[in-house]
């Protein structure tokens, strides 16, 4: 599932392929990847229109037109941008093509079309933002603090709630979670100050390499690198890696490393 590293490297492809470029066509191959506006009303919409700075919040992408509306782009389990030309061939999950000047295409690919596209004003980007959370990647140690120990929840499913904090998945939640020593289970509102202080740097440091890697990266030095293993062996200490279910996700962690605390 696209997680917030992923959705910064699809910003990036926007930016580099439509930033500054007018719309000359768009081609919805599949409606039924939009949300509440037809195939008619997004192309007279955006059609002529320039795309200016793109943006994103947590697992958002925001395609700002200027004074016009806002394309709003989520993933989903599946979802990915990519820059093509107009005369590239289009793949079998190629959803929605933005043709724009300067002989490039934008495709909305996605498989399994759990999420989509929505078009907006600035009120309705607010109404449909309104429920996230902070950005993982902005949100001070402060805010972050108060935030979690608020919580009575297990803290992995309190860093994967998008109205708590916006941006995690899965992945990055089993991946800071190990890198801070904590086990997924314990109660948020449980941990230390120390423990939030720990969590929030580990975060920050996991975030910023994961955007540079533009997805959550497998690595042999990380916990992602192992949990789908056959035999998972802990990168750090070499004990076995666990798995069992944590707020409704499969969850990987270090029983050495990640003592349970209860």
């Not at 002529?48 to 037109?65: C, D, I, N, V, Y």
């Not at 309705?124 to 140690?141: C, E, I, T, W």
Request: glycine fraction near 10%; include cysteine.
């Amino acid at each position: 599932m696209p997680e917030l590293p992923d959705v910064e490297g699809f910003r990036k492809v926007l930016e580099s392929c439509a930033k500054g470029r007018v719309v000359q066509r768009v081609d919805v191959r599949d409606a039924g990847v939009l949300h509440g506006v037809g195939v008619r009303r997004l192309r007279a919409a955006l059609e002529g229109r320039r795309f200016t700075e793109p943006q994103r919040h947590g697992k958002w992408l925001l395609a700002r037109t200027g004074d016009g509306p806002t394309l709003l782009l989520h993933f989903g389990m599946t979802g990915r941008l990519v820059c093509a030309r107009p005369d590239d061939a289009v793949g079998a999950h190629d959803r929605v093509l933005f043709s724009v000047d300067g002989d490039r295409q934008l495709r909305y690919r996605d498989q399994r079309k759990l999420q989509g596209l929505w078009l907006a004003d600035d009120c309705d980007v607010a109404r449909l933002l309104g429920r996230q959370g902070p950005d993982a990647m902005a949100v001070d140690g402060e805010e972050f603090e108060a935030a979690l120990s608020s919580r009575r929840g297990c803290v992995k499913g309190v860093l994967m709630d998008q109205s708590v904090l916006a941006g995690l998945g899965n992945l990055l939640a089993d991946e800071i979670l190990w890198r801070a020593g904590l086990h997924p289970t314990r109660r948020a509102s449980d941990l230390t100050q120390a423990e939030l202080r720990r969590l929030y740097t580990h975060m920050r440091r996991t975030l910023r390499s994961a955007v540079a890697a533009g997805c959550v990266p497998p690595r042999d030095s990380w916990l992602t690198g192992h949990r789908d293993d056959p035999y998972p062996a802990c990168p750090r200490c070499g004990d076995t890696l666990r798995r069992s279910r944590v707020a409704g996700r499969g969850t990987v962690w270090c029983p050495r490393c990640q003592p349970d605390g209860s």
